[in-house]
Nanobody, 115 residues
Framework: QVQLVESGGGLVQAGGSLRLSCAAS????????MGWFRQAPGKQRELVAI???????TYADSVKGRFTMSRDNAKNTVYLQMNSLKPDDTAVYYC?????????WGQGTQVTVSS
């Protein structure tokens, strides 16, 4: 069992920044991948960014150049730095991990961007 705890969400004006954190209960070095997803009201959950075990990161087209995903292996934590936020970025953001133990989700953190 892997526990993921997100933090850092909140209310921000358009153009502002937030940094989300996701702390894992185990060593993230053992994970095949960790990712950030988001789900806006009435929409399907979508991938925002993902880091695979080799270290490469992939971003959704809608956030490229604005969001940066990083990790701190010593703290077993991944981050999502979100800059130049837009109202369309409003959603619940979820952390996800995939490993030999299975697939796990965090509880989500709300991000609201006002215009």
């Amino acid at each position: 069992q892997v526990q993921l705890v997100e933090s850092g969400g909140g209310l921000v004006q358009a153009g502002g920044s937030l940094r989300l954190s996701c702390a894992a209960s185990g060593s993230i070095l053992s994970f095949n991948a960790m990712g950030w997803f988001r789900q806006a009201p009435g929409k399907q959950r979508e991938l925002v960014a993902i880091i695979i075990s080799g270290g490469s990161t992939t971003y959704a087209d809608s956030v490229k150049g604005r969001f940066t995903m990083s990790r701190d292996n010593a703290k077993n934590t991944v981050y999502l730095q979100m800059n130049s936020l837009k109202p369309d970025d409003t959603a619940v953001y979820y952390c996800h991990s995939a490993s030999r133990l299975g697939s796990f989700w965090g509880q989500g953190t709300q991000v609201t961007v006002s215009s």
